[in-house]
């Protein structure tokens, strides 16, 4: 079963220290390298401008590869994660939740 994590992160020292739009370019490159790397594929990534953040939900074959991913781009100073963790559509929700809220 897949694993879709949703994250809310920050560019990390590295990107930060970028030179050149190049530069960033390349370390993108990185960025998405590790990812796919780690079977991920993102689904949707962009900015909440509300609490200045990016967010990502990225699909993995499992919560190991995610977790593999999310530690790869942190040891490499990439990306500044602030939150990570597992994303339930409601479909996939409702059938859990709602026997559970009938008592």
């Known amino acids: 079963m897949t694993y879709t994590s949703i994250s809310t992160l920050r560019p990390g020292p590295r990107l930060q220290e970028a030179k050149s739009q190049a530069e960033f370019e390349a370390l993108m ?3 998405w ?3 796919t790397a780690n079977g991920g594929e993102s689904t949707v990534t962009g ?3 509300a609490r200045g953040v990016n967010v990502s939900l990225t699909t993995y074959p499992d919560a ?3 977790a593999k991913s999310v530690t790869e781009l942190t040891a490499k100073r990439l990306i500044e994660f602030e939150s990570t963790g597992q994303f339930m559509s409601l479909e996939e929700w409702l059938p ?8």
């Open 64 to 66: 190991a590869s995610a």
């Open 47 to 49: 900015a909440d401008l």
């Open 96 to 103: 859990i939740a709602g026997p559970l809220m009938e008592g």
């Open 33 to 35: 390298s590790v990812v």
């Open 29 to 31: 490159v990185e960025v």
